[in-house]
C-alpha cells in the first residue's frame, strides 16, 4: 500500500557529512502529511535501533542519544518525502539506515520498531577513520 525507498547512502571520511532522503509513494500515502516518520539504522551484528523521528506536524523531532546535535531530521510534506541530515559522522554512524511509517495516523511520536508498519528498503553508510 505504502512503498518507501531511501536515498544518499554512501561511503564518507569520518567528519564528514550526508544527506538520506526516503521518498513515500503509493495509493494509500496521499495521507503522507498525517503520519509519523522515523529512521531507524543497523550495523553489521547488531539490533536495528531508533535515530530520529518528526511528527507529523513536523514541529516535534527526537533523537537517540547517539546522534543528538549532529543528525537533523525534516520533511516536506508537499514531496512526501522525509530527511535525514547526518554531519560531522563517526565511524560508529556505519549501518544500513531505514525509512519508516508511522502505525498510527496523527500519532504521537514513537521510538520502538513496533510503533512502525511500513519500512524502506534501507540505504547504506560507511563511515571510514
Known amino acids: 500500500q505504502v512503498q518507501l525507498v531511501e536515498s544518499g547512502g554512501g561511503l564518507v571520511q569520518a567528519g564528514g557529512s550526508l544527506r538520506l532522503s526516503c521518498a513515500a509513494s503509493g495509493r494509500t500515502f496521499s495521507l503522507f502529511s498525517s503520519y509519523t516518520m522515523g529512521w531507524f539504522r543497523q550495523a553489521p551484528g547488531k539490533a536495528r535501533e531508533f535515530v530520529a523521528a518528526i511528527s507529523w506536524t513536523g514541529h516535534n523531532t527526537y533523537y537517540a542519544d547517539s546522534v543528538k546535535g549532529r543528525f537533523t531530521v525534516s520533511r516536506d510534506n508537499a514531496k512526501s518525502t522525509v530527511n535525514l541530515q547526518m554531519d560531522t559522522l563517526k565511524p560508529e554512524d556505519t549501518a544500513v539506515y531505514y525509512c519508516?511509517?508511522?502505525?498510527?495516523?496523527?500519532?504521537?511520536?514513537?521510538?520502538?520498531?513496533?510503533?512502525?508498519?511500513?519500512w524502506g528498503q534501507g540505504t547504506q553508510v560507511t563511515v571510514s577513520s
Open positions: 519508516a511509517k508511522d502505525r498510527a495516523q496523527f500519532g504521537g511520536t514513537t521510538v520502538t520498531e513496533s510503533g512502525y508498519d511500513s
